[in-house]
């Protein structure tokens, strides 16, 4: 059984007269553990279907099914749920609380984590280190750099051991090296932890290093 299965979904914005197909009656599976990119120009549907999968967005019509459950047939209180035990979350920004440091951005996805305090603060401190930040964990959004940024929000997104990673344009703002670093922390929380990666990018460079490869175009999917 696929980890992730879906059948028909299409995603339609009506803006007046005007009908927008962003996703077009796509069907994929995905295994659990894969590495999987997808590629595609501004536009192509790429953000809405992965905001789809995750369940951050309902679909027009067609169903995700996740290790075989209709996500769309869940309430609001068992989607959020699903959001936030199952999924981890890169956005194409990294979204930090300016009010908040470095630790307490990481610390957000915890708030409905039954486990104690101490346990998770030492768990934050420990992804942030593993991210390369280990020093910044005081430090405020304002303070730190685009790339710095970008590691808190990886390090948010590991928090609750998520079984399957949506990263919208993970490393869109960092140098050729750090790229490099980040790319090979998703490889081995793939390998190690068997983490699934769906990751949407425009450097087919970058794509390339997926085992699967998928193109968006026009709302439409298909293999590369």
Request: one cysteine or more; glycine letters at 10%.
């Amino acid at each position: 059984m696929a980890q992730i299965e879906i059948n028909g979904i299409s995603k339609i914005y009506t803006i007046g007269d005007l009908r927008i197909n962003a996703v077009d009656n796509v069907s994929l599976k995905i295994g659990k553990g894969e590495f999987l990119s997808i590629v595609g120009h501004s536009g192509s549907g790429k953000t809405t279907l992965i905001s789809i999968i995750g369940g951050i967005m309902r679909p027009t019509s067609g169903t995700v099914l996740y290790e075989g459950s209709d996500i769309s047939c869940l309430d609001d209180e068992r989607l959020s749920e699903y959001r936030n035990r199952k999924i981890g979350f890169m956005f194409q920004f990294a979204s930090l609380l300016p009010i908040l440091n470095a630790k307490e951005n990481v610390l957000l996805p915890c708030i409905f984590n039954a486990n104690g305090r101490l346990y998770n603060d030492k768990k934050a401190e420990e992804y942030l280190d593993m991210v390369g930040i280990g020093d910044k964990i005081n430090a405020y959004p304002s303070q730190l750099s685009g790339g710095q940024q970008r590691r808190v929000a990886i390090a948010r997104a590991l928090m609750n051991n998520p079984e399957v990673i949506l990263a919208d344009e993970p490393t869109g703002d960092l140098d050729e090296e750090t790229e490099a670093e980040i790319m090979e922390l998703f490889k081995r929380l793939n390998r190690g932890k068997k983490v699934t990666f769906i990751f949407i990018t425009h450097n087919l460079e970058l794509a390339g290093q997926a085992q699967r490869q998928l193109r968006m175009s026009h709302g439409a999917i298909k293999e590369i």
